[in-house]
């Protein structure tokens, strides 16, 4: 590719080639999801205290109207992702931390819209000529989130990047994992913008540095959407297929050679990560002032009979979602990637957050065994821990031992999981010592604050 410069960087250790799965909807342009008959919009989809219901029930609300008033800088203002009415406020679940589901309030909206197609807008604030502070309090006003978990108030992710002098942006579009395409696509025919929200996003962290990383394989795909990306100082990557290479601690090391500390992020190294939904997002918000009401969601998975990439609007259901794309009698519908997604259950919806939704047939496996002490686990980890230890200590219940063994590093990729042969529940196991380890450092912490007041 003429406009991509092809940069070789070194791999990380551990780490596997995963099965793209990727035919059914690589080349499937993005298209708007079919009719739905209710959304219940999150009022907390970032996990601080919720929004301020604007709306009352009975009330008719337009296409990207303000329906709730963030409270708190750490929340986001919310919009109605489609025109309708409102039947009430009730309650729905998204992702939460560890594999998690988290509940939050939602206005629940009835007699809906249809979808329509991404519109062309023309641009009419001019971001170029805009100073950073203004550019910063232009995107604290439009609730746009981070979509790359953990979903957080896109005005406090800049806050903490400006805090911890981020002088490196990278926007991941790697896209490693099975079966999603969700960026891909995004970053294929909405290109420009996506660069372009990139770049605004790199003016308003102050970053110097900006990357562009994307699979190796796939740079045909971009020619044209990034051309423009020198123009905007940002250096477009070709990175090689290999899982997790998108997790942040593996793409902050293969592109900068520093280490993330175990529980830390990329910013205590002075990177930011974001992702091509959240670049997208930005530009349309602060350039064109289109809320941020939907997202490209990928619905794909050898049970679903309609897969594609689609325009979903925030608070869509699950279980709509999965019938509308016809979903297997007795498959699963998992939420997120096939290697660290969740079981869909009643009541979760779409958020910022969510780039697949997808359908699977049950394992037939059979239940787990003992661990043989193959030490695949081990050997393949990304983060470089002895899996099988971890494994002991969740079962022995140890887990100031796994924190010693450094369990805070692990990514949450899953591979440990999916190369175990005794079928053990590895990641799961892993992800549930981390947050033993986490609540202990929080109730410390409040006891330490309880006893300097006294
Ligand atoms: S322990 Fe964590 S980082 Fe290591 S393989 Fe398992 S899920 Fe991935
Ligand atoms: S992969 Fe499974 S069986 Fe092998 S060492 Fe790890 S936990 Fe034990």
Request: glycine fraction near 10%.
């Amino acid at each position: 590719m003429s406009a991509m410069r092809l940069r070789r960087f070194g791999t990380f250790a551990g780490g596997i080639v995963l099965p793209d799965s990727k035919d059914a909807t690589l080349g499937a342009p993005i298209v708007p999801i079919g009719p739905l008959t209710r959304l219940r919009v999150p009022l907390a989809p970032t996990e601080a205290e919720p929004a301020r219901p604007l709306v009352e029930p009975g009330q008719a609300v337009s296409h990207g109207q303000r329906i709730a008033q963030a409270s708190d800088a750490r929340q986001v203002d919310v919009f109605a992702p489609l025109a309708g009415r409102v039947a009430g406020i009730g309650e729905c679940l998204l992702p939460g931390p560890e594999g998690t589901w988290r509940s939050s309030p939602a206005i629940e909206l009835v007699e809906l819209d249809s979808v329509g197609r991404i519109e062309e807008l023309s641009c009419h604030y001019t971001w170029q000529s805009a100073d950073e502070y203004s550019i910063r309090l232009r995107i604290a006003e439009g609730g746009v989130c981070t979509c790359r978990p953990p979903v957080s108030a896109l005005g406090g992710w800049i806050e903490r990047a400006l805090a911890a002098s981020v002088e490196t942006l990278i926007a991941d579009i790697t896209e490693n994992t099975p079966f999603v395409t969700a960026d891909h696509r995004l970053l294929a025919e909405r290109g420009s913008e996506v660069i372009r929200g990139l770049a605004i996003l790199a003016r308003a962290v102050g970053a110097r540095n900006v990357m562009l990383a994307v699979d190796h394989r796939r740079t045909g795909a971009y020619r044209a959407a990034v051309g423009p990306a020198r123009l905007y100082g940002i250096e477009p990557i070709a990175l090689p297929h290999k899982y997790p290479i998108g997790a942040e601690a593996m793409i902050v090391k293969v592109l900068t050679r520093r280490e993330i500390p175990p529980g830390g992020t990329a910013m205590d190294v002075g990177v930011a990560v974001t992702d091509a939904a959240t670049c997208w997002l930005t530009y349309r918000w602060v350039a064109c002032g289109e809320p941020p009401t939907a997202r490209v969601v990928t619905l794909s998975g050898p049970a679903l009979h309609r897969p594609g990439n689609y325009l979903v609007p925030f608070g869509a259901e699950i279980e709509e979602l999965l019938a509308l794309a016809g979903l297997d009698a007795q498959a699963w519908g998992v939420c997120g990637p096939a290697m660290s997604g969740q079981l869909a259950t009643a009541g979760a919806v779409t958020g910022p957050g969510g780039n697949a939704v997808l359908g699977l047939h049950p394992q037939q496996a059979g239940p787990p065994t003992q661990c043989i002490r193959c030490g695949w686990c081990s050997e393949n980890c990304p983060a470089r821990l002895n899996v099988a230890a971890l494994n002991d200590d969740f079962e022995l219940n140890r887990p100031t031992q796994a924190a010693r063994r450094g369990v805070l590093a692990c990514v949450g990729c899953g591979i440990c999981s999916y190369l175990c042969p005794a079928r053990l529940p590895l990641s799961r196991r892993v992800a549930l010592l981390k947050r033993a380890i986490r609540q202990g450092q929080s109730r410390s912490r409040d006891a330490r604050d309880a006893a300097q007041k006294h």
